[in-house]
């Protein structure tokens, strides 16, 4: 299977993965042949792209890093903005990462629709989860880490909608609502005795930046809990790669490239290196251009450094290792 843009994915193309809907459910499954009015209703809706099979990529397999069952359970449990359900969803993700043998993050391939909120929130807690266990943290930690990412935009749901998917350039008194999401997250949790302190704390604090200009109380970095600095990084990572109602998004690499420009200012350099070991900057499945200027599939990654993955070229069927071809590199997404 490989994943192409919606542009690029042509009528009776064979589904490979699941497409859901902003709540969780399944709107197309697996196998599906994809009609021109499929396409066309995905297109309008906003789909960036979809995982198809076709004989180029018949080898090309992709792990998907939560079951369907939880991942409709999670989008559920957000969208009634129930606090224990988001807890038990947020114990069970953990569980299942665990479970895993080795952990790195194709982006693209967390979520084929952008959500504002939900699937937002489930890619935070994901891609947060992957950080505290690449990190070094304890079970304990790491299910009190999950708790505060994948309910960080939890006073979202008190914000209007409008002002949420403004298309244009939010007025002052619209960006100060905005940023009061944080403080209405934190109220709706804060008198609840079963929830850590430190899970309510990061909810507020996931904002702040490491100099002290971020927000509600613009903390710096000494007073930032490690907790609201690995949300922080992910909640902007997921925030740019993915595709927002004012702007299309950009690919791994560019989001990495920001990520590290704004270390020390807004962000843990030391959460940023984290996100660089485990985020695979060319996902599976993806289209490539070579320095050569060949178009390749990416088919395979390689654990010892994701900017060099195992590539199939288009032109001629062969693969390449990257690892050992050095003088051949990837320059672009062709997306």
């Known amino acids: 299977m490989r994943y192409l843009p919606m542009h690029r994915v042509k009528e009776n193309t064979v589904l490979a993965m699941p497409i859901y809907n902003e709540n969780g459910g399944i709107l197309l499954n ?3 042949v994809l009609k021109q009015a499929y396409l066309k209703k995905l297109s309008e809706m906003g789909y ?21 069952p939880l991942r409709r359970k999670t989008m559920r449990a957000l969208k009634k903005g129930d606090v224990d359900c988001c807890r038990a969803a947020a114990h069970s993700l953990v569980d299942q990462l665990l479970a895993k043998s080795d952990i790195s993050v194709d982006m693209v391939s967390l979520a084929s629709f952008d959500t504002y909120t939900y699937a937002h929130s489930l890619n935070v807690a994901i891609l947060a989860i992957i950080i505290g266990i690449n990190s070094g943290l304890n079970y304990d930690q790491i299910t009190g880490l999950s708790e505060a990412a994948l309910m960080h935009d939890i006073g979202k749901e008190c914000i209007s909608v409008d002002i949420l998917n403004k298309k244009g350039r939010l007025t002052d008194e619209e960006l100060k ?7 209405l997250g934190y109220n709706k949790v804060k008198d609840d005795f079963r929830i850590p302190d430190t899970v309510k704390n990061a909810i507020l604090s996931h904002h702040e930046n490491e100099d002290g200009s971020g927000y509600p109380r613009q903390l710096k970095s000494k007073d930032i809990h ?14 740019l790669v993915s595709n927002r109602i004012y702007r299309k998004a950009l690919n791994p690499a560019d989001a990495i490239e920001f990520l590290m ?6 962000f843990d350099v030391n959460y940023v290196r984290k996100v660089i070991e485990c985020i695979t900057p060319y996902p599976t499945g993806v289209t490539v251009k070579l320095s050569d200027g060949s178009p390749a599939l990416v088919v395979q990654q390689n654990s010892q450094n994701h900017v060099r993955p195992k590539v199939l070229r288009l032109d001629t069927h062969t693969e390449i290792d990257l690892m050992k071809v050095l003088n051949v590199t990837i320059v672009d997404m062709l997306m």
């Open 30 to 32: 697996a196998n599906t």
């Open 48 to 68: 960036p792209g979809l995982y198809i099979y076709d004989d180029v990529s018949a080898d090309v397999t992709i792990d998907t890093l939560v079951s369907e």
């Open 177 to 183: 609502i905005v940023h009061s999401h944080a403080q």
């Open 226 to 239: 490690y907790y609201a600095k690995i949300i922080h990084v992910c909640d902007v990572y997921d925030a």
């Open 261 to 266: 420009s704004n270390s020390w200012v807004m």
